[in-house]
């Protein structure tokens, strides 16, 4: 248990830096005979890579992910899948200040603090690289919860504030999600922000952004009262995420503004003798228990701090410094959280279905 | 790793329901030779105690805690610390309605489904007692943390809005929490939280809330990325608590409507020639690590769905039903939500801190 | 994971001292609905419980465990399992000597240097008193193993050795287990045992034995490769109970002498369809997984350093000493071991057979 | 915890089967600033490489270890640290029996019934060929001690019996261990087992072995009573070893033949102040904690299964076969079980000194 894995039944633990040789990670606990091929987890990294368009970084990553492990004629075979992704893209380039100056709002200051050393390059461990080997294990949680859930777990984001722009939720069109740069379900809104991006992007400026995440089809009884529960598991889940600094699930923090009258999510009987709910202000989630309902995550994304401004910092060596970042970075990070989010809501889920299946009742 | 433990190097577990005959907990990982006798614990529970006031419920419980084991002659010896609280208010009461009805927004129907059978006296374990252990086990935590963080660690929380209702941060003044009921830090906002409860409360309806906990004096480098940061973990913590459905740190939420210029935390030299932020949106915590800043969290709670208004819902055997909560319960579980996220702020510090002793550059 | 727990999906947590007001355990991920009552651990308790013949140490304690949670209408809830027993027999006593003086090869000076506080009052924490928990939890895990595990598990166990004297392996009868003050399956040996220790005790001297437990009725499939395997489990569940120093699986030590011809079990067709092994050299584990056959395992117990001889020793104050022990003892611990190890074996197979249903493959 | 890592704090976690690309591990919770090289690790690797004499499997290997992450200008970063092993000896071959046919002895049956799939390919998982994965864990393990420990921790390891003919501990020579292909500290028995070996090896058999690792410079304090005893610990980490069957720490099997008077180990005071032990019956640990005596531990390895002899068995079919091992296997693989010892006695080690420093004393 030493930070870099998440999980307890489908547990995946992550390696690698910025800048290094490769980045890899090591999933464990997968059942045997689920069929899983690496184009099964590229088609989920291609989505989240960055530098497709002008709004996300332009590192060029080819990112081609390697199964080193666990797979046997196209089928787990019940150990440790080892995934790798070389990096490709380290061109030589002078880091002389960064090296030197901590960035404010970035992990700079903090890593050198706490670990007397740092590998300075593109932000090593903390940078957003990273999270490509979340997707990965993501992808390959998504092949659980399918072969193992009748019909199959969808879980899908979507980007639903950028700035002060939010999504208007009655225009809410998930095919919309693929058709912009912005996984924005609301097609009027994309369009707005697409101008509103070019200008802060121009302007050498960033800007945060809420995300959305659901997954239909959850099985009711996921989570371990009271401690691992599966909002408390989906909370360190998304804040885990790089530049996450909010979790809601459901109503959220509008949960607080409501009277209980309005927030109760009534029961009724379907007509297939299953309890249908007549709201889902619970977000799916009860008692630290999924009941079935789609459970609906939001994360607060803050913009990234490099910026072409500058702005007050200090060096290694205590002098007060101003620091810009002159290379073309992310002008809303939030964009490259949904594909991390999404997978970081496929760990955790398949975690909690495996618990489910070893602490089902004596019954 | 069963679900009802948090932490791990100081790790308590918990146990019991709300109408068994105790509850109880281990704190297992506290250092040897920290001052602990049960004082020190009641001290706390006493704050958190129901039933002192008519805004929260009138449970009456003497929640005495006796210490068990780990401590010998005043100091604790190493060894896991029992604790246990009788269960004293368990009146014989007719849980006929509840016993075969689903309270809507309640976690008995999920629990039904899970488990197959449920305790459903008072909630059983899904009732609030338990978070009586939390406050214990975040007493000792906070011991902890004094004794080995220079100076101590300062741990309060607030009550920073009710419902629609929001305290002027400017008129902040942490003694304030202590002369009202409602742990509010705003003597003006107090008072008009008083009418308001009230006649929510005549009503017999509820309202949410939202928690403010702040942590002073905390170490630099608390926090293990990059799935155990100190704000992930946080996150689980908060949102581990009953009726909590949202957790930010620093700004949160409102980061994502920030300008990198905005959100980004400069820094200068001091005098005194360490570091010093010039704001705080980062909420203390870069990187998944403790700055040194004051730590900030804030939480959502829901309003309980405890409440007169007859809900519709369905019973065990498939019937519609409608259900109301006669008896008198909390208007606003927030309040009692306050020193239940300072202990667990606690306890996610002291895991962390201990996490650091061990992992610590070796210079 | 402090060091007072074990297991993973079922899990055991004790605290408690020899000389505290109670020791107690909570077992989490306990299965709902299978039947517990305090009488199904009662009966385990008192076959462990010390002072019923010459033979063990003269401590009389009542034992008697209570349920305080986890348990409704007389079935599990899924719920933790709150456990506890009043320790009843702590006379006062003249700790003097123990108090200042280390006695040779127990912990006492090691808990001293480690902790800087020792409760040395009967041995504190490192007292046998603690393995009255672990039968409390393995009379748990034997009804979640009778429950799960179709015609249920058997887990008995037997003293094989005392001192230099072995049983005759051709007399093994586990009815005389039940017949003697030593689990000896032997009827034979159980008497010549019989004046051997009762010589050893008159002299105020100590003798180590060898206790074996085996498990029949195992599911296939029951481990975790690599690291998690079966057999690993139980050597670290074995090594964990006070003075053993030695565990061995199936033909153990003994294998190291032979050849791979006559360690291999061979394997057959059954009448039944159903596989066959010829012999059970290995114990019923291969690669770290149960293959169905009796789970056998032995452990070697010293003898205990409590003897009337005095042997050199020192003192907190760095004086050279001479520690006897005047009280009675026990002469021969292994004899106490044997219900504890049983229990050691029925808490590692019920985690395990939880995590195989979490694991097994998805077909 | 699903299955493939070992350790808390000190965590390492493997992938990789016999026959795939490549396997590796991550290796977690590496203070910073301790000095680390591929060439640290790949000279204990290549102590460990099989195929250097006639007495070890003649698979080739060059088993070139790669760091992928986690050390930055020659020193560790606190972020983990990916190693990998690419497999180059992948010769196509014919598996046409083993892949049909269960291999007596081996874990082929038990994968395949409790997975439904298996790697047939030279063992797959259960391979030996994971251990290089641990050689080069321990290898990180032992810069940590040395970093950490002042004087450093000596970890070395013999072969102490081969089949029946032990070695005369009078003899112990540990210079020796490095002169003759067995690790054997006796030259005199070394000669012998050579001829001993021989002849078995001609015949297409195999013999068992015990193996004897020695910890020295140990600090005093490791070890989390009562379930996270360094010995448990240690019996786990080395049963957790292909073909270990038993594991015994200090005079262990023998101490269930002493007395108390010859199974003490008596305390007297150093001229340098310090407690000097008379003898180490007890291996170095009292209580679970280690003493700062020699930790020393003793294991059980079996004969391999691959012998030319034709065994009875069973295939995939049912049908009822005989096996027998045609090609060159290890006639003892006790003695490639030396490094791997050593490997997993300095891993468990690390592990537990870093939980010292988490939980030392608060004074």
Redesign the interface.
């Known amino acids: ?6 999980g ?4 995946f ?5 910025s800048h ?7 999933v ?7 069929p899983l091929a690496e184009a099964d987890i590229q088609a989920w990294l291609d989505l989240r890579k960055p530098g497709q368009n002008r709004f996300t970084t332009q590192r060029r990553e080819a990112d081609e992910v ?1 199964i ?3 797979v ?2 196209g ?8 995934l ?1 992704i070389e990096n490709t893209d380290q061109r030589s380039k002078d880091y002389g200040e960064i090296k030197d100056s ?1 960035r ?4 700079d ?3 050198q ?7 300075y390059r593109g932000g ?3 940078s957003a690289r ?1 999270t490509a080997m979340r997707v990965a294990a993501g992808a390959v949680a998504r092949m ?1 919860l399918d ?2 859930v009748p019909g199959g777990v969808t879980i899908r984001g979507a980007m639903v ?1 950028m ?2 722009q939010a999504i208007d939720y009655g225009a809410w069109d998930w095919d919309e999600t693929k058709a912009n740069p912005f996984w924005c379900p609301d097609a009027q809104a994309a369009k707005e922000w697409e101008t509103y991006l070019d200008s ?1 992007r121009k302007n050498g ?6 995300v959305e995440v659901v997954a239909s089809n959850v099985p ?2 996921l989570g ?6 599966l ?10 995420i790089n530049a996450v ?17 309005d ?7 379907g007509n297939d ?1 299953q ?1 249908k709910f ?1 709201s889902n ?3 799916g989630i ?6 079935g309902q789609d459970v609906v995550v939001r994360l ?8 072409l ?1 500058p ?4 060096d290694r060596q ?3 410094v101003e620091v810009s970042t002159k290379g073309r970075h992310d002008p809303c990070v ?1 964009i490259r959280a949904v594909p991390v989010a999404e997978a970081m809501m496929a760990v955790t889920l398949a975690d909690h279905l ?10």
């Open positions: 248990m030493s930070g870099n894995g998440f307890h039944l489908f547990r633990t992550t390696f690698g830096e290094g040789p490769a980045i890899g990670c090591v464990d606990g997968v059942p045997s005979r689920i390697k080193l492990s666990g046997f004629e089928q787990t075979t019940g150990t440790p899948i080892g790798l901590f404010p709002g970035h992990a200051w903090v890593y603090q706490k670990y007397g050393i740092r590998d090593g461990r903390s990273e659980v072969a193992l504030r700035g002060i802060i400026s960033s800007i945060g952004g809420v009711v009884g371990s009262p009271v401690y691992d529960k909002d408390a598991d989906l909370a360190k889940a998304m804040m885990s600094k909010g979790v809601e699930i459901g109503a959220g923090f509008e949960a607080a503004s409501l009277s209980g009258e927030n109760a999510d009534e029961m009724r009987m003798g309890v007549l202000k619970a977000g009860l008692g630290g228990i999924s009941t607060a994304v803050k913009p990234t701090s490099s910026i401004t702005k007050k910092s200090v205590g002098n007060e939030a495996l618990r489910l299946r070893a602490q089902s009742g004596g019954f």
